[in-house]
């Protein structure tokens, strides 16, 4: 099943924004002076997290977002406004007298090894509250559906959410709250309320073991906060809810290898209102929620999930079950499956099919959801090494690249460069090989970006053809 957008959808976000920091290094001794890790510093980098981590996750969805919180009369404040706007996240951030929440990573080999935190949890200044409900209530109209992202950072006080959801149910417009602490009468009446498995146990005192003991929980929920759906993230065991029948329902997590866990909670919250104010039911939300967490899970740090890499998960195996399917005639073939995707193009012979070629594609589909291979015709070919070349026909050179598992689609051009069918791809991503580097790239005024990619050293046809030259020679 796949979920496709109908129509354009706005979220208002209100909650705590936070910046996180990561510091890239490598530790290779103990110090000195106490049984210690030293990193020694490499780079640093900068992410959106709480509720901002939910927005960028919209954002990736092709949802409009409008966030408002707080943040520090400080740099840090400063720098996290600026990466909200520079997402495309419309940022209403008001300056409070406490610091802006970091959360600084130390990073070694892409192990977390100490995470320090600046923040402040008390409330905000009654001004800012009022401040910020009245800009709410005098946009609420725009809005599909509203996310109360709560890290008990201060700006989710319980009279301040009680206000907040009950404008929002005044115009009929979902509530969705990602809860935190013990106290969910701050939540009452919201439409869907998504604590995770020991946030959930934590708050009703249930133990859940089974399925039983879930339900159990899970009516508890709505008892504490009257929700319409009361949900629980469970992991590898996806998510469970109570629908307008209390029958309870579990959609399994699509089965993904994990690497971070950070901000799953956030993408699924966000899938989840995009999906509802799209007009979903709560069963095909909760299968397009776990899809884009099986897609972040995947990934370092807080990371976000696109529609393409999405659909790519829900997709009821639009498996492609031969290579001959993968090698198509004309773009009109597959549009359809190329929107909302991030598109990877690149190009060249691939006459006798090696090692570099593969690692070559292979992070060339890393970069995207769809990696498009343009192949030079036989007669394109010839006109560029000769007439002893290619040593494979276009077909078997075809098969060959559609065979690999990287490769999505391969199209087979007769000119002699590319631009033409890049002029109508139109790529996110244009890949080349590092010999590139300070050369124009044809077709590079088509493509969002140009990637260059290393070659493996001495892993070349021209090479494979002279060895095997030398050997008839011998």
Same mark, same amino acid.
């Given at each position: 099943m796949v979920i496709q957008q109908h129509k354009a959808t706005h979220i208002i976000i209100i909650g705590d924004l936070m910046l996180d920091k990561y510091i890239w290094g490598s530790a290779n001794k103990l110090s000195p002076e106490a049984p210690v890790p030293v990193v020694r510093i490499e780079k640093e980098d900068f992410s959106l997290g709480g509720a901002c981590n939910v927005a960028n996750n919209l954002i990736a969805m092709d949802s409009q977002v409008s966030i408002y919180g707080a943040i520090g009369n400080d740099a840090e404040g400063l720098l996290l406004r600026d990466c909200l706007i520079n997402k495309g996240i419309q940022a209403h951030c008001y300056k409070s007298n406490r610091p802006t929440t970091i959360k600084t990573r130390v990073m070694s080999v892409k192990h977390q090894m100490l995470r +320090?935190?600046?923040?402040?949890?008390?409330?905000?200044?009654?001004?800012i509250y009022e401040e910020m409900f009245e800009s709410i209530q005098s946009t609420i109209v725009q809005y599909d559906c509203m996310i109360l992202s709560d890290y008990l950072k201060g700006v989710l006080s319980d009279s301040f959410t009680q206000k907040l959801i009950k404008l929002a149910n005044s115009f009929a417009i979902p509530v969705l709250c990602d809860p935190k602490g013990t106290n969910y009468a701050k939540y009452k009446n919201a439409t869907l309320l998504t604590p995770n498995k020991k946030e959930a146990m934590e708050a009703t005192g249930i133990t859940i073991c089974d399925d039983i003991t879930l339900s159990d929980c899970l009516k508890e929920l709505r008892t504490?906060?009257?929700v319409s759906y009361p949900l629980i993230t469970l992991s590898e065991d996806g998510i469970g809810y109570l629908d307008s029948n209390e029958v309870l329902h579990k959609k399994p997590t699509i089965a993904r290898e994990v690497y971070d866990v950070s901000g799953a909670g956030d993408t699924v919250i966000a899938a989840l209102a995009l999906q509802l104010a799209q007009g979903a039911n709560l069963s095909q939300a909760t299968t397009f929620a776990n899809a884009a967490a099986a897609v972040v899970i995947g990934k370092l740090g807080s990371a976000t999930a696109s529609l393409g890499e999405i659909q790519d998960f829900l997709a009821p195996r639009r498996v492609i079950k031969d290579a001959k399917s993968k090698i198509i005639a004309h773009l009109s073939? +597959?549009?359809? +499956?190329l929107q909302h995707k991030k598109v990877v193009f690149t190009n060249g012979c691939f006459d006798i099919l090696h090692y570099g070629h593969v690692s070559?594609?292979?992070?060339?589909r890393k970069l995207g959801d769809v990696l498009i291979v343009g192949l030079n015709s036989d007669e394109s070919v010839r006109r560029l090494k000769g007439n002893s070349r290619p040593i494979n026909a276009q077909h078997d050179r075809a098969m060959v690249l559609?065979?690999?598992?990287c490769v999505s689609y391969v199209i087979i051009f007769d000119t002699d460069t590319p631009e033409n069918l890049i002029?109508?791809?139109?790529?996110?991503?244009?890949?080349?090989?590092?010999?590139?580097?300070?050369?124009?790239?044809?077709?590079?005024k088509y493509a969002k970006s140009v990637e260059l990619i290393d070659f493996i050293e001495e892993r070349s046809t021209t090479h494979i053809i002279k060895k095997i030259q030398n050997i008839a020679q011998s």
């Amino acid at each position: 099943m796949v979920i496709q957008q109908h129509k354009a959808t706005h979220i208002i976000i209100i909650g705590d924004l936070m910046l996180d920091k990561y510091i890239w290094g490598s530790a290779n001794k103990l110090s000195p002076e106490a049984p210690v890790p030293v990193v020694r510093i490499e780079k640093e980098d900068f992410s959106l997290g709480g509720a901002c981590n939910v927005a960028n996750n919209l954002i990736a969805m092709d949802s409009q977002v409008s966030i408002y919180g707080a943040i520090g009369n400080d740099a840090e404040g400063l720098l996290l406004r600026d990466c909200l706007i520079n997402k495309g996240i419309q940022a209403h951030c008001y300056k409070s007298n406490r610091p802006t929440t970091i959360k600084t990573r130390v990073m070694s080999v892409k192990h977390q090894m100490l995470r +320090i935190d600046k923040e402040a949890t008390h409330n905000l200044e009654p001004n800012i509250y009022e401040e910020m409900f009245e800009s709410i209530q005098s946009t609420i109209v725009q809005y599909d559906c509203m996310i109360l992202s709560d890290y008990l950072k201060g700006v989710l006080s319980d009279s301040f959410t009680q206000k907040l959801i009950k404008l929002a149910n005044s115009f009929a417009i979902p509530v969705l709250c990602d809860p935190k602490g013990t106290n969910y009468a701050k939540y009452k009446n919201a439409t869907l309320l998504t604590p995770n498995k020991k946030e959930a146990m934590e708050a009703t005192g249930i133990t859940i073991c089974d399925d039983i003991t879930l339900s159990d929980c899970l009516k508890e929920l709505r008892t504490l906060c009257h929700v319409s759906y009361p949900l629980i993230t469970l992991s590898e065991d996806g998510i469970g809810y109570l629908d307008s029948n209390e029958v309870l329902h579990k959609k399994p997590t699509i089965a993904r290898e994990v690497y971070d866990v950070s901000g799953a909670g956030d993408t699924v919250i966000a899938a989840l209102a995009l999906q509802l104010a799209q007009g979903a039911n709560l069963s095909q939300a909760t299968t397009f929620a776990n899809a884009a967490a099986a897609v972040v899970i995947g990934k370092l740090g807080s990371a976000t999930a696109s529609l393409g890499e999405i659909q790519d998960f829900l997709a009821p195996r639009r498996v492609i079950k031969d290579a001959k399917s993968k090698i198509i005639a004309h773009l009109s073939d +597959i549009e359809d +499956i190329l929107q909302h995707k991030k598109v990877v193009f690149t190009n060249g012979c691939f006459d006798i099919l090696h090692y570099g070629h593969v690692s070559y594609l292979e992070k060339a589909r890393k970069l995207g959801d769809v990696l498009i291979v343009g192949l030079n015709s036989d007669e394109s070919v010839r006109r560029l090494k000769g007439n002893s070349r290619p040593i494979n026909a276009q077909h078997d050179r075809a098969m060959v690249l559609a065979g690999l598992a990287c490769v999505s689609y391969v199209i087979i051009f007769d000119t002699d460069t590319p631009e033409n069918l890049i002029a109508k791809i139109r790529p996110s991503v244009l890949v080349k090989g590092a010999d590139y580097a300070n050369k124009e790239v044809v077709g590079a005024k088509y493509a969002k970006s140009v990637e260059l990619i290393d070659f493996i050293e001495e892993r070349s046809t021209t090479h494979i053809i002279k060895k095997i030259q030398n050997i008839a020679q011998s």
